[in-house]
Every structure is written in C-alpha cells, then in structure tokens.
C-alpha cells in the first residue's frame, strides 16, 4: 500500500468536516499552492466554525481515520474558547493539521463567507480566496518576519493577480494596519 501524503490527509479531513458539516477554509501553504506557486508545506492550515458540540464527534472522527493521531481535548475546548488553535497529528505520516477557530472577529467572518470552492483531486474543497490569503500572510508576516509569508504574497500576485479583487484588498489591508505593506504589491 502506497505511503500517505499531505494530499490524501487534507482530502480525508476535508471529507470528515463536510460529513460533520463543520464549515471550513484551508489557508496557508495549501491555500498557496491553489492561488500561487508550488511549494513545500510541511503541515495543512484548516480555519474552522466549531461548536463545543462538533469536539467529541470530530476527535472521534480523526481516530478513526489514524489510531495512532494525536489530539487533545483540553486543547480543543481552551482553543474554542479563545479562538485560538488546535492540531491533530495523523499517527500513520507525521503531518500535522492545524484547526485555527474561527475568530467571531468582522475579517474572519467576510474570509469564511468569501471562501472558494476548488475541485482538487476530483473533490470540492473550500479554500480561502486568494485576497483574504494575502491578507493572512500580511499579518503573519508582520508578527513574525518570515520571507516565506512575502514570497507567497508574491506568487499569489504572479499567478493570480489580474483576478484579485484590489479594493477589497486595500479596504481590508487599511483596516488591519497592513497596507504600507501591501501597497509595494500594487
């Protein structure tokens, strides 16, 4: 039997959320390698909209999809209280998948509402729209000053630039303290 890889996990956990109708965009590296340039990504970012009543059939789901997974609950409910995050680590690869809660934050909400259905690999999976994800790595870039944050920002420009909505993305980079930033990009 073949190796499992980051694709088949994220198709498996795209497939338990939607079983569990839990709402949800993939963001960072995957998100990435939708709207920008190929590159490595050592883990799969999942934004979720959880209700403390999702946690016991979502870690029960993830079990059954890898024995040997990691999950926590206590992390689970601290990181729904304060929107913050959560992982799984699947037992059979190693890769980590990061559920960040959805903040009840105004940026957070327009970023699940804006989400784009992809077919990838023959299955409809949500991801982030390519401006909300410039938007995240922005703000990622700023609390940590990653290069790799820019040269995403760069290929979604590259790749997908003549599709970006730029008012949306001023109106919000005005908003979030980012637009000096962003501004180099238009």
Same mark, same amino acid.
């Given at each position: &039997?073949?190796?499992? =890889?980051?694709?088949?996990?994220?198709?498996?956990?795209?497939?338990?959320?939607?079983?569990?109708?839990?709402?949800?965009?993939?963001?960072?590296?995957?998100?990435?390698?939708?709207?920008?340039?190929?590159?490595?990504? /050592?883990? %799969?970012?999942?934004?979720? *909209?959880?209700? @403390?009543?999702?946690?016991?059939?979502? %870690?029960? /789901?993830?079990?059954?999809?890898?024995? /040997?997974?990691? %999950?926590?609950?206590?992390?689970?409910?601290?990181?729904?209280?304060?929107?913050?995050?959560?992982? @799984?680590? =699947? !037992? +059979?690869? !190693? %890769?980590?998948?990061?559920?960040?809660?959805? +903040? *009840?934050?105004?940026?957070?909400?327009?970023?699940?509402?804006?989400?784009?259905?992809?077919?990838?690999? +023959?299955?409809?999976?949500? @991801?982030?729209?390519? *401006? =909300?994800?410039?938007?995240?790595?922005?703000?990622? @870039? &700023?609390?940590?000053?990653?290069?790799?944050?820019?040269?995403?920002?760069?290929?979604?420009?590259?790749?997908?630039?003549?599709?970006?909505?730029?008012?949306?993305?001023? *109106?919000?980079?005005?908003?979030?303290?980012?637009?000096?930033?962003?501004?180099?990009?238009?």
């Amino acid at each position: &039997m073949p190796q499992k =890889d980051s694709k088949d996990l994220l198709m498996e956990v795209v497939g338990i959320l939607s079983d569990l109708r839990i709402p949800y965009l993939i963001t960072g590296g995957m998100a990435v390698l939708v709207w920008g340039r190929p590159r490595f990504t /050592a883990d %799969i970012d999942v934004v979720v *909209e959880m209700k @403390f009543s999702d946690i016991d059939k979502l %870690i029960y /789901a993830l079990k059954d999809l890898s024995t /040997a997974g990691y %999950i926590d609950k206590d992390m689970m409910v601290d990181a729904l209280n304060n929107f913050s995050e959560f992982n @799984f680590i =699947d !037992g +059979n690869t !190693g %890769i980590k998948v990061d559920f960040w809660v959805l +903040n *009840e934050d105004e940026f957070d909400v327009s970023r699940l509402k804006r989400r784009v259905k992809k077919k990838v690999f +023959n299955k409809q999976v949500y @991801f982030s729209s390519p *401006e =909300d994800l410039i938007l995240s790595k922005l703000t990622w @870039f &700023m609390k940590s000053q990653s290069s790799r944050h820019i040269e995403d920002i760069e290929s979604i420009f590259k790749i997908s630039g003549e599709n970006l909505d730029l008012k949306y993305l001023e *109106e919000w980079a005005r908003k979030m303290g980012s637009w000096d930033l962003l501004n180099r990009y238009l």
